[in-house]
C-alpha cells in the first residue's frame, strides 16, 4: 500500500504539479549495460512503473501520464512488439486490482483499437473498475502519437462545422482541448523524459504548451520513487510565467 501524501515535506510555497507526464525511456540501453535481451530490459522498466505511481502518490500529484507505446512503436521487430504486449498483459491482469484498493483511477489514452482485442477488454474493464477512485489518475498512452491525436480532433471538429452543430467562429483553444483524447484532464505541469535523450516524440504536443521539461540521465529501469521525488524538487524551483513579464 502506498503511504500517504508528503506533499507537505516540499519546502517550496509553489505547489506540487498536479500533472506529472513521463516518457519512460532507456529500457534497451539498460539492457545492453547488464547484458540482458531487450526483453528483460522492458521487464525491468514495467517494474519501475510502480516507483513512479509511488513517487507521485507520496508527492501529492493528481495525475500521472506515463508514455508506454508509441503509435511509432508499431514498427519494432515484431518479437520486441509481442513482448511490450506480452508485459502490457501480464500488468494488467496482476496490477490493476492493486491499483483499485489504492484508490487510484486508470485511464488510457490513444489508438486502442489497434491493440489485440484481449487487452481492449483488459483496459476497459479496468477504466470501468477504476472509474470512482480519486487518490491519483494514472494514465497510460498506449498505440499514442499526438498528431494523430490532434488530426483525429481536427477531423471531429470539421464533421461539427459540417453538420452545422459548430459555427466556425466557435472553435476555440478550449475546444480544441475538449476534442482530444486527454479530455478533462489538466496539461502537464512538468515533462520528464529518462536517458539523456531531449525530444518530446511526438507525445502531448498540444497539452505541453507551457510544461516544465526535465531531462535525466538516469535510463528508466533505474527509475526510482526518490528521483520522483527529487524532479518534483526541481519543477519547485522554476519559475512559471506563461509567456508574461515576471
Ligand atoms: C523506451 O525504451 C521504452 C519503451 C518503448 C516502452 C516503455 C515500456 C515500459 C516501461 C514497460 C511497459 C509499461 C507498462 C505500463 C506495463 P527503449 O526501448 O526505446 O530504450 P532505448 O532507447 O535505450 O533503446
Do not use: C
Not at 508514455?67 to 519494432?76: I, K, L, M, Q, T
Not at 491525436?149 to 461539427?160: C, D, N, V
Not at 525530444?199 to 533505474?222: G, H, I, K
Amino acid at each position: 500500500m502506498v503511504p500517504d501524501t508528503t506533499s507537505a515535506a516540499y519546502s517550496s510555497s509553489q505547489s506540487v504539479p498536479q500533472h506529472v507526464a513521463v516518457i519512460m525511456d532507456g529500457n534497451g540501453r539498460w539492457a545492453v549495460r547488464e547484458k540482458v535481451s531487450r526483453g528483460q530490459g522492458h521487464k525491468k522498466g514495467s517494474e519501475a512503473v510502480r516507483q513512479a505511481i509511488e513517487g507521485a502518490v507520496e508527492a501529492g500529484v493528481s495525475y500521472l501520464t506515463l508514455y508506454a507505446f508509441s503509435s511509432e512503436n508499431w514498427n519494432r521487430p515484431q518479437e520486441e512488439v509481442s513482448d511490450l504486449m506480452g508485459l502490457l498483459r501480464f500488468y494488467l491482469s496482476r496490477e490493476i486490482k492493486r491499483l483499485h484498493k489504492e484508490g487510484i483511477k486508470l485511464k488510457v489514452i490513444g489508438h486502442r483499437e489497434r491493440l489485440a482485442e484481449d487487452i481492449q477488454k483488459m483496459v476497459a474493464q479496468a477504466e470501468a473498475l477504476t472509474a470512482d477512485n480519486s487518490r491519483l489518475t494514472l494514465v497510460i498512452a498506449l498505440s499514442y502519437g499526438a498528431r494523430e491525436e490532434i488530426t483525429e480532433a481536427a477531423k471531429h471538429i470539421a464533421a461539427k462545422v459540417q453538420s452545422g452543430d459548430v459555427a466556425l467562429e466557435d472553435i476555440s483553444e478550449d475546444l480544441v482541448s475538449s476534442s482530444l483524447q486527454t479530455k478533462g484532464i489538466p496539461d502537464p505541469d512538468l515533462i520528464i523524459r529518462t536517458s539523456g535523450e531531449q525530444r518530446l516524440s511526438n507525445f502531448l504536443l498540444w497539452q505541453a504548451a507551457y510544461a516544465e521539461f526535465l531531462f535525466l540521465d538516469v535510463l528508466w529501469p533505474d527509475f526510482t520513487k526518490e528521483i520522483f521525488h527529487e524532479a518534483v524538487q526541481n519543477y519547485l524551483t522554476r519559475e512559471r510565467r506563461y509567456g508574461a513579464r515576471p
